[in-house]
C-alpha cells in the first residue's frame, strides 16, 4: 500500500511538473483493479479520445514502404515507447489522478498505439515485398 501512494505522490509532482507518466509507470500500477469502474471507464476513454498515435504508426508505414525491412527500425522504436502525457488525448485531465482510471487509459493507448505500428508494420512489408515477387515471378 504504501508503494501505491508513492507512486500516485510522484506522479502527481511529475503532472505538476509536465513530465512523462511513461517514465514512471511500474508493475505496482499493474495493481489497479480491472473490475474497478473507474479502470473500465480509463480503458473505455482510451477507446474513444486516444488517437496521436497516428504519427508514429504512419512513419512505420511510409518508412517499410521505401525501405522494406528496413522499417523493422522505426516500428520497434515507435512501438516500444510508452505515450507522453501530452499526446494522450484526455478528455478530463483531472481523472488521471485516480490510479486505476490513469492505468486503465495509459495501459490501453499504449495497446492500441503498438497494435497499430505492428499492423502498419506488416502492411508495409506486403506492399514492398508483393510487387516485387510479382516483378520476379514475370521474368
Known amino acids: 500500500m504504501k508503494k501505491t501512494k508513492c507512486l500516485a505522490v ?10 512523462s507518466i511513461g517514465q ?9 483493479n480491472p473490475k474497478d469502474s473507474s479502470y473500465v471507464k480509463g480503458v473505455n476513454d482510451a477507446k474513444i479520445y486516444y488517437y496521436k498515435y497516428r504519427e508514429a504508426s504512419q512513419l512505420t508505414l511510409v518508412t517499410t514502404i521505401l525501405t522494406g525491412p528496413l522499417g523493422l527500425i522505426p516500428a520497434y522504436a515507435t512501438a516500444t515507447k510508452r505515450p507522453s502525457i501530452h499526446r494522450l488525448g484526455l478528455p478530463e485531465p483531472v481523472l488521471m489522478r485516480n490510479t486505476n482510471y490513469r492505468t486503465g487509459y495509459y495501459e490501453t493507448a499504449f495497446s492500441i498505439k503498438k497494435r497499430t505500428v505492428w499492423r502498419n508494420f506488416k502492411i508495409g512489408i506486403a506492399i514492398f515485398v508483393i510487387p516485387a515477387y510479382i516483378f520476379y515471378a514475370k521474368s
Open 10 to 19: 510522484a506522479i502527481t509532482l511529475l503532472l505538476k511538473m509536465n513530465l
Open 24 to 32: 514512471v509507470i511500474t508493475s505496482s500500477d499493474s495493481l489497479a
